[in-house]
T-cell receptor, first 111, second 111 residues
């Protein structure tokens, strides 16, 4: 299971686009990249998952370069309610089901 | 999606006692996972619980301290035994159901 590195914290303002980058230099061929969001006093919630290039859903976009050694979660026009911890995970969860969490990025959105 | 409930949501316990945490899922799932999240920290996987077999523990966690039951495909329990203040954490169960879903967590404080 590949180790991930993310910024510990980020600040933003309402209405801005936020990009959180995650490094995963040892990603394996079978690994997917998954991002989770965790609010205080709640369990993590799945945001988005991708393998390569770009994935977009109603919540976020995930950009993955060709070498897959990093990925960027993009949150468009954040609001105060997007203040949370964001975790980048890399692994072949379909095989083992295990998720290994890194330290996460605490995003603080200010008015 | 899978909806997960945990009981109790929180508890305050005395040193040396044990607490059993229940996890109920609204769908039948093969894999269930137990995580620990210490104050201000990321999630750490304790063990994987599959129905019909013994739980598989991660490094640093042992069955005597964290016995797990998995009597059917919708339910699991985690017991925190002989508790000490260092066991004060949030304990979360998780299931894999197309994607991974987390329960709301059980906040345990050991005095």
């Amino acid at each position: 299971l590949a180790k991930t590195t993310q910024p510990i914290s980020m600040d933003s303002y309402e209405g801005q686009e936020v990009n959180i980058t995650c490094s995963h230099n040892n990603i394996a061929t079978n690994d997917y990249i998954t991002w989770y969001q965790q609010f205080p006093s709640q369990g993590p919630r799945f945001i988005i998952q991708g393998y390569k290039t770009k994935v977009t859903n109603e919540v976020a976009s995930l950009f993955i370069p060709a070498d897959r050694k990093s990925s960027t979660l993009s949150l468009p026009r954040v609001s105060l309610s997007d203040t949370a911890v964001y975790y980048c995970l890399v692994g072949d969860s379909g095989n083992t089901g295990k998720l290994i969490f890194g330290q996460g990025t605490t995003l603080q959105v200010k008015p | 999606s899978a909806v997960i409930s945990q009981k109790p949501s929180r508890d305050i316990c005395q040193r040396g006692t044990s607490l059993t945490i229940q996890c109920q899922v609204d769908s039948q799932v093969t894999m269930m996972f137990w995580y620990r999240q210490q104050p201000g920290q990321s999630l750490t996987l304790i063990a994987t619980a599959n129905q019909g077999s013994e739980a598989t523990y991660e490094s640093g966690f042992v069955i005597d301290k964290f016995p797990i039951s998995r009597p059917n495909l919708t339910f699991s329990t985690l017991t925190v035994s002989n508790m000490s203040p260092e066991d004060s954490s949030i304990y979360l169960c998780s299931v894999e159901y197309n994607e991974q879903f987390f329960g709301p967590g059980t906040r345990l404080t050991v005095l």
